[in-house]
């Protein structure tokens, strides 16, 4: 009886690849319903539900997408976080095809693809539904089509590209910055001949013409985009790091244990010999870097381009220890699995929010703050996934004890979209109508016909309220959790009756982009 042979080592690769990217896939279908839903979700389930080619905080493809899930599987937790759940094995394989591409073997994918799936940032982001989880499809999906191009792809590599860039840009407008490193790391490397071939113009048309659609609708709306984020910029709201910190926080958020892994693979295609043809991929990173840095960005944004990092990296330890310290590369990949693994908790909901407290007290390490307000005993990501339910149902109970008259003419006004999108989510399924807010996009859905003549509104103080009604009833505290941001357990709901000025007329004074 004749033992099959082992399968070439591409092929190995290739197994390992898809191996890792169904783990990674695993760890977030088992983990991933734990807790609830987080405030960006209900936010991003109410923009579904008013599809349109912008909105205030966000471009248009990410809501396009929930609302095809959601209209698949329903807004069960496990169906809204089964797209995110796949994006992340998503990115796991494409670091590994990149490896490929770039010339790495067994090893070198094996260690690019466990720095993908080890990263707390990733997994942090795979959890839950938000645009950063499709970012990096489209960020390293651009970079697998680029390096197929210098291997010898053909022109239609380009085209791939542009694709890929558009729908990337009306993902995240943050893919932008990224394009701007790729272009500069072009122009200054031999790839600038690629300037004077018409593909890499086709691809740009299309990429502009994907992105032309969101482009018309903030003209349109006389760019709220930009005035959100000067108006960000001008507040305490973000954590703004100096460059030092900002460059520490990066180690943090891909696992400390995969520093000398990107850190090599940066310097491999910055100045090794086998580097030296994607030269343009090392450019394209410092570009951006130096970008986030100076327009004080959170420091997850620059996260969608280490798998590229990682990708070099890999193939540059593969070689380097290809025939002595063999050693090194499963002590290696054993370092970032042990990290990784220590620190995943604090990204995912793998303990109940009480042991997690102790847990982090215990291995003294918590993920980075990057707004100045998050002050809650869990991480900004756990704490904002408490608390909804609980707040829309006394909401229900309040608006219950009012008259069938009352309740055909009440409004329910929330102070941010955090509040609206759970009275919107929660509370359609006990009969409550829509809320109304000035906060981000719901300002631009409007007072939906409502004069302020009755409202219910949710806030921590009725000073507010008191000057802008005839009367204010204080029904009480809203129900909570004790694990919920600290300002959201400090609201009551009001009944407020008579604004004194119509609601469409102060709406104006209602918008808060910020």
């Not at 770039?102 to 090893?107: E, K, N, P, Q």
């Not at 400390?256 to 994607?278: H, K």
């Not at 608390?387 to 069938?404: F, K, N």
């Amino acid at each position: 009886m004749s033992i099959p042979d082992a399968p070439p080592a591409k092929d190995r690769s290739k197994i390992i690849l898809w191996l890792l990217s169904v783990v990674a896939l695993l760890i977030h279908l088992l983990t991933n319903s734990r807790y609830g839903y987080f405030r960006d979700e209900l936010y991003f389930i109410a923009c579904s539900r008013h599809l349109d080619w912008g909105y205030v905080d966000l471009a248009p493809l990410s809501a396009l997408i929930l609302r095809i899930e959601l209209t698949l599987f329903g807004d069960s937790l496990p169906a809204l976080r089964l797209f995110p759940a796949l994006a992340s094995a998503g990115t796991i394989a494409l670091t590994g095809a990149i490896t490929r591409k770039l010339g790495g073997h067994t090893w070198a994918v094996a260690l690019a693809c466990l720095a993908s799936l080890s990263a707390p940032v990733f997994l942090g982001i795979g959890n839950f539904y938000s645009l950063n989880v499709f970012e990096p499809l489209f960020w390293m999906g651009g970079v697998y089509l680029i390096v197929r191009r210098i291997n010898g792809g053909s022109i239609s590599c380009w085209v791939g590209f542009g694709l890929l860039v558009g729908l990337g840009v009306e993902n995240k407008h943050s893919l932008t910055f990224f394009g701007i490193g790729l272009v500069v790391g072009l122009v200054l490397t031999q790839q600038r001949r690629e300037l004077l071939k018409p593909g890499i113009w086709f691809g740009g048309l299309i990429a502009l013409a994907l992105a032309l659609p969101n482009l018309i609708w903030q003209f349109e709306h006389h760019w709220p985009t930009y005035e959100l984020l000067s108006n960000i910029a001008r507040s305490n709201k973000n954590v703004v790091l100096s460059p030092p910190q900002f460059v520490f926080q990066q180690m943090l958020i891909v696992n400390p244990a995969t520093l000398p892994l990107w850190l090599g693979g940066l310097v491999w295609l910055l100045a090794g010999r086998a580097g030296r043809s994607y030269r343009s991929l090392g450019l394209a990173y410092l570009v951006t870097l130096a970008e986030f840095i100076l327009l004080h960005g959170k420091h997850y944004y620059l996260a969608p381009i280490y798998p590229m990092l990682f990708a070099a990296g890999g193939v540059a330890t593969e070689r380097l220890i290809a025939e002595r310290w063999q050693f090194v590369r499963p002590a290696f990949a054993a370092a970032m699995i042990l990290l990784g693994a220590i620190v995943a908790p604090t990204v995912i909901p793998a303990l109940p929010p009480e042991k997690l407290v102790s847990y982090m007290k215990a291995i003294h390490f918590e993920p980075p703050r990057t707004e100045t307000s998050h002050t809650a005993a869990l991480p900004q990501l756990f704490a904002d996934q408490f608390g909804w339910a609980e707040m829309a149902r006394s909401v229900a109970q309040a608006y219950a004890r009012l008259s069938p008259n009352e309740q055909r003419r009440v409004g329910i006004f929330c102070q941010n979209y955090g509040q609206a999108g759970a009275i919107d989510f929660f509370g359609s399924k006990q009969g409550l109508p829509p809320a109304l807010s000035g906060h981000q996009n719901y300002f631009l859905w409007g007072p939906r016909g409502y004069t302020g003549e009755l409202m219910l509104v949710i806030d921590d103080s009725e000073r507010d309220e008191a000057e802008q009604f005839e009367s204010v009833e204080d029904l009480g505290p809203v129900d909570s959790s004790p694990w919920a941001m600290p300002w959201e357990q400090r609201n009551h709901i009001y009944l407020c009756r008579d604004l004194k000025t119509r609601l469409p007329d102060l709406w104006p004074k209602l918008q808060e982009w910020l």
